[in-house]
């Protein structure tokens, strides 16, 4: 099945989806999370080992000493409406996106 959809100027449009985010290249900045509207990825904190320890909640939350740096992880993929906003402000061009037309029905 695809599933692809006509703007209001009448042109075709296909969503692409936010599936995952390369947790080696992203920086953490939250510039995808900012541009996202439905909340589908947070800023997650990592050791020295790359373990995610957990969500950043803003509040200089440094686990127990832990924090090694933050990264975008896609914690709720299922929200993604494909629009792209974060592809578009992603300076480091970690994310990985499929089209709806690649979605089994």
């Known amino acids: 099945?695809?599933?692809?959809?006509?703007?209001?100027?009448?042109?075709?449009?296909?969503?692409?989806?936010?599936?995952?985010?390369?947790?080696?290249?992203?920086?953490?900045?939250?510039r995808c999370f900012k541009v996202c509207s439905r909340e589908v990825m947070h800023l997650h904190g990592i050791d020295d080992a790359g373990e995610i320890l957990g969500v950043c909640d803003g509040e200089d939350d440094d686990f127990d000493g832990d924090l090694n740096r933050m990264i975008m992880v896609v914690d709720h993929p299922g929200r993604c409406i494909g629009c792209g906003a974060c592809a578009r402000v992603c300076p480091k061009n970690c994310q990985t996106h499929i089209g709806a037309d690649t979605i089994a029905a």
């Open 1 to 30: 099945m695809i599933c692809s959809f006509v703007t209001r100027d009448g042109s075709r449009w296909m969503p692409k989806y936010l599936t995952a985010i390369d947790g080696a290249t992203c920086i953490g900045c939250g």
